[in-house]
């Protein structure tokens, strides 16, 4: 949810917030003593797994996160982990930041840590027009480089909740309904899912975006807590039908439409709506663009305090 | 084996992504003398029709259609390279990329063939295309429509600099954008003259901006 004007208020700004644990932590926390949110996350961009496995990444800019240019690794290769891969790159400043925030945030509000999600973390590794046809033509080199993804990720989160993160955050966009078909998610996402659950024991937020609406139901079998989801293409009515009251529901604010262009009012009305229909934790679809306006940010915060006051 | 019973083989070809066999039966349909552009038409453009239509129906993905694509990629440059220069692509000129920031590429890759067996020229910038970048290629190539596409919500805000580069020095040239982020409400405020929701309305949308562009004239 990083913003420039977020960035002006802390003075800390990208790309220094994105590989340095100070301004990291000073911009993350903006979402908390500049917007009022009840939680703060960290990193900001999805590359800083790749970028320590061996992809050539470019900064892009004051405006937005880095993107990875080159691949890890060639289509026949097999995932290889470095040594002392928690060394490398961005990590130490990630659990760096981590740890500040917990000291000087824990006990107020959640701190959330962002992991790329198995089949995203492998579109990076490999290339997503590489990875998405494996389960039509190659399903057992499929399921061979998600494990290797899950014993990576398992090792990183290991370390991101030792530095002090309360809440995980799988960010996994690449398994959508648009690339991955109800039978394959179901055949191969679940119990990869499934396996990362087995051996975390903290509270995780499954995040994909686009359009759900195919598998929806059979995220529970995920046995994460929470799922989050975009909106308008997944509305709250229809992610609770389908998901049931086994999970939690975490979104789904237009980023563009409502969160970009909109108004205050709007925000403020597309906020109640979805809080009404049942959503658990009001955040944005997506990540947001950094031109993004505080005041519409701020609006968000301000509904759900209308919404508690009227449950009172 | 007459015409119509190849074009036919070959459009199930590429609906079944079978990429060697859509090439044997571009050379058997060029053995056969039949005429490169309307083996294009009939055999390769119908396919992807069919494989649109599956898209639709959420019987095909998008891992599908990309594989369709290749077959059909196949195809295509055995066809082209006996195709006189000159003689297609006449439909008119399309600079196409995906913008600074994003490297994802495959929906583009898909849009830009489409638009080649439609019958239009096009100059692909490839991926992660520095803004200005979009502005020299229609200068360069005297373009009449720009085509962006951006995937994250993070670097769409790049296609609205580009439509309001392109206003400042080239008015006369039409701007369409995709990307799964882009919505109606996002082209009205991007200011962009055109929108494909899916590979499978490119063509249709970039018809009306030709048509649109004709009337202009």
């Not at chain 1, 880095?66 to 995932?79: D, W």
């Amino acid at each position: 949810m990083t913003t420039l004007e977020q960035m002006e208020h802390t003075g800390s700004y990208y790309p220094a917030a994105l590989g340095e644990p100070e301004p990291m932590s000073m911009l993350a926390s903006a979402a908390y003593t500049f917007l009022g949110f009840e939680g703060i996350r960290v990193p900001f961009d999805l590359c800083v797994e790749g970028e320590a496995l061996g992809c050539k990444i470019r900064d892009g800019g004051q405006d937005s996160p880095p993107s990875v240019v080159e691949r890890a690794f060639g289509e026949k290769e097999s995932l290889h982990i470095p040594k002392n891969v928690f060394d490398k790159g961005r990590f130490p400043a990630v659990f760096k930041a981590v740890g500040m925030l917990k000291k000087k945030f824990g006990d107020e509000v959640t701190i959330y840590a962002g992991v790329a999600g198995p089949l995203t973390l492998l579109g990076y590794l490999y290339n997503a027009a590489t990875v998405m046809r494996w389960p039509i033509k190659d399903p057992a080199r499929m399921d061979e480089n998600l494990n290797a993804a899950v014993v990576f990720i398992l090792e990183y989160v290991r370390c991101l909740f030792g530095a002090g993160c309360d809440v995980l955050v799988v960010i996994d966009p690449s398994a959508s309904g648009d690339l991955l078909s109800r039978k394959h998610f179901q055949r191969h996402m679940v119990p990869t899912y499934q396996r990362m659950r087995k051996e975390i024991g903290e509270p995780v937020v499954l995040h994909i975006c686009g359009y759900t609406l195919d598998f929806l139901d059979l995220l529970p079998e995920t046995g994460f807590e929470a799922f989050s989801f975009e909106g308008p293409k997944v509305q709250v009515r229809t992610a609770r039908e389908k998901v049931g009251e086994k999970m939690l529901l975490v979104g789904n604010i237009p980023t563009y439409d409502v969160l970009l262009f909109g108004t205050p009012d709007q925000v403020r009305e597309e906020s109640l709506k979805a809080l009404n229909e049942g959503i658990d934790l009001l955040a944005p679809s997506c990540g947001v663009p950094v031109q993004t306006p505080t005041a519409n940010l701020k609006a968000m915060v301000k509904a759900i305090e209308e919404f508690r006051k009227e449950r009172k | 084996m007459d015409r119509e019973k190849l074009y036919i083989q070959m459009s199930e070809a590429v609906v079944k992504f079978e990429e060697e066999r859509v090439a044997e039966l571009a050379e058997k349909s060029l053995e056969m003398g039949l005429d490169p552009v309307e083996t294009i038409l009939h055999a390769l453009s119908a396919g992807m029709l069919i494989v649109g239509d599956l898209f639709e129906k959420k019987e095909y993905f998008v891992p599908e259609i990309l594989m369709c694509a290749e077959a059909m990629q196949a195809g295509l440059d055995i066809l082209q390279a006996r195709i006189p220069k000159g003689s297609t692509g006449n439909k008119g000129r399309i600079v196409i990329g995906t913008v600074f920031g994003d490297v994802h590429d495959i929906g583009k890759n898909i849009v830009k063939l489409m638009l080649e067996v439609g019958g239009y020229t096009v100059y692909d910038l490839g991926r992660d295309v520095p803004l200005e970048k979009f502005v020299e290629e229609v200068n360069r190539t005297n373009a009449d429509i720009v085509a962006m596409s951006a995937m994250l919500t993070t670097t769409m805000m790049g296609m609205k600099k580009v439509i309001e580069m392109i206003r400042e020095s080239n008015p006369r040239v039409r701007v369409m954008i995709g990307g799964a982020p882009v919505s109606a409400e996002v082209v009205k405020r991007f200011g962009a003259d055109g929108y494909a929701k899916t590979a499978g309305t490119v063509l249709e949308e970039a018809e009306k901006l030709f048509k649109r562009i004709k009337q202009d004239a």
